[in-house]
Each structure stands twice: as C-alpha cells, then as structure tokens.
T-cell receptor
Framework: EAQVTQNPRYLITVTGKKLTVTCSQN?????MSWYRQDPGLGLRQIYY???????DKGDVPEGYKVSRKEKRNFPLILESPSPNQTSLYFC?????????????FGQGTRLTVV | AQSVTQLDSQVPVFEEAPVELRCNYS??????LFWYVQYPNQGLQLLLK??????LVKGINGFEAEFNKSQTSFHLRKPSVHISDTAEYFC????????????FGSGTQLTVLP
C-alpha cells in the first residue's frame, strides 16, 4: 500500500531535549516536505527536499533541521525543542516538485513540549 | 508569495442541505488550486484539484469546485451533505514556478448536524 509513515504519532517531551520525528514513503517520490499545523493558521511549510541531499527552508524553519540521505526518508530534527514548537506535524511526499503533482500526507505527529 | 484566505473558520449545516466553503487566493499569472480534507485524527487527503481547462472541477465524495480567475476564487460545493462529511477542509494553492509547492489556507471546519 502506498503510504507516508510518520513516527511517533504522539510525543511529549521537555524543553531542550533533542528529538527526531521520522518520515518514510514507499512511493519512490522525489519531493518531500514537513508542515506544522496550528489552530487558525492552517499548515505552514517548515522544510522541503527536492531530492537526496537537496533540502531548503520553507516558511517557518527556525528551530528545525532536516536531512535527506536516502530517497525514502526525511526526518525532522528538533535540536532544542521549546514550548512554541508544540504543534501537529505532517510529512508529505509527491512525485516531483511540480505544483501539479498530488501531495500524500502522513497521519501526523502531535508534539507537546513542556 | 502566494496567500490563501478561507473566509469561514466554522460552517455548521444540517444533513442533506447544500454547502459552500469559500476560498480566495492572491493573484498570480497562473496557479494550481487544491482542496484537501482532514478527517479527525488523520492526515490530509486530496479532494480535487484545478490545473487547467474546465473551470468546474469534480472531486471525490460528490464535491465540486469552480475556479473563477477574475474573482481569484476557488469555492468548494456539495449539493447535499452527509454526517460523514464532517471534517476540516483546506484550500491550497501552488505556484508553478516555485519549488515550495503548497500554500494552505487556515482551514474551514465543516460540521454536519443531524
């Protein structure tokens, strides 16, 4: 089954403790991205990757890191999480960077930073 | 940069009534337009998209949307809603010339009442 898999689904952590949210897709997609969803703000793009070893900032990159060492994986790293990073996070992938290609979303990771 | 405005944050409607969810985007030479649906505790799923051609686009679950270039709008409609349509709906725009892919609106929570 074609899917985007995020782990974990739920995470509670303390301020400053490094964490990684994993994202994996099995569709051989070139383009992957991370979004955060906050009430009243919709989804905002954090980082995106057009292919292996090619990443770039989205609209809200501060406090986040990403890497793309393999085509299927695109982890999101919070080196020193803060409470304002409490949010619902989504990973998405699409065949290419072209805006006409459908984005497939993971189930989401609800992160709480205390 | 593109922006998307969803004018209604919440839309309650009775079962079997028609519904329209409004979406306006900032103007550009050309854009791709999308509606995504998010059911509770799930990721986003593509409802429909406008890339070019006919301005009336039909999607899944009986939804349709009309692209209006002069009004920069892409409103979503359904003639008769069901309880199962209760979800959050996101309008999104993509700039063909940008690698940043989707810019989302703030979302509209559709609640279908019995």
């Amino acid at each position: 089954e074609a899917q985007v898999t995020q782990n974990p689904r739920y995470l509670i952590t303390v301020t400053g403790k490094k964490l990684t949210v994993t994202c994996s897709q099995n569709m051989n997609h070139e383009y992957m991205s991370w979004y955060r969803q906050d009430p009243g703000l919709g989804l905002r793009q954090i980082y995106y990757s057009m292919n292996v070893e090619v990443t770039d900032k989205g609209d809200v990159p501060e406090g986040y890191k990403v890497s793309r060492k393999e085509k299927r994986n695109f982890p999101l790293i919070l080196e020193s999480p803060s409470p304002n990073q409490t949010s619902l996070y989504f990973c998405a992938s699409s065949l290419s960077a072209g805006g006409n290609t459908e984005a497939f979303f993971g189930q989401g990771t609800r992160l709480t930073v205390v | 940069a593109q922006s998307v405005t969803q004018l209604d944050s919440q839309v309650p409607v009775f079962e079997e009534a028609p519904v329209e969810l409004r979406c306006n985007y900032s103007s550009s030479v050309s854009v791709y337009l999308f509606w995504y649906v998010q059911y509770p505790n799930q990721g986003l799923q593509l409802l429909l998209k406008y890339l070019s051609g006919s301005t009336l686009v039909k999607g899944i679950n009986g939804f349709e949307a009309e692209f209006n270039k002069s009004q920069t709008s892409f409103h979503l409609r359904k003639p008769s809603v069901h309880i199962s349509d209760t979800a959050e709906y996101f309008c999104a725009v993509s700039d063909p010339g940008s690698a940043r892919q989707l810019t989302f609106g703030s979302g509209t929570q559709l609640t279908v009442l019995p």
